[in-house]
């Protein structure tokens, strides 16, 4: 499985992003998928990871109420909806995809790692 993930870029606090990741392979419905981020200086942390079929989903307390995911396995595609961005979630955001789809909370549970794209949050 290959990750591209897009939709970073430049927002004013209290903005709005989504973020977007790619999948290719034909078994991309049979992978929970991730996003974490990693802010500079700081270690790579959760931030929301949702089922193969879309029915679970697992967010960090930082982002409840403000991100959403989702996912369209029929486009391959998982989605990162980000609302009222604050200045501290400028970070890389990266997608992962996980085969055995437990412990998505874990980054050690991911086999698949997209190269990140940089989300900045001005104040």
């Known amino acids: 499985v290959q990750l591209q993930a897009s939709g970073g870029g430049l927002v004013e606090a209290g903005g709005s992003l989504r973020l977007s990741c790619a999948a290719s392979?034909?078994?991309?419905?049979?992978?929970?998928m991730g996003w974490f981020r990693q802010a500079p200086g700081k270690e790579r942390e959760f931030v929301t990871a949702i089922s193969w079929s879309g029915g679970m989903t697992y967010y960090a307390d930082f982002v409840k109420g403000r991100f959403s995911i989702s996912r369209y396995n029929d486009k391959n595609t998982v989605y990162l909806q980000m609302n009222s961005l604050k200045p501290e979630d400028t970070a890389v955001y990266y997608c992962a995809a996980s085969m055995r789809g437990r412990g998505l909370i874990y980054a050690r549970e991911y086999d698949y790692w997209g190269q990140g794209t940089l989300v900045t949050v001005s104040s």
């Open positions: 392979g034909r078994t991309f419905s049979s992978y929970g």
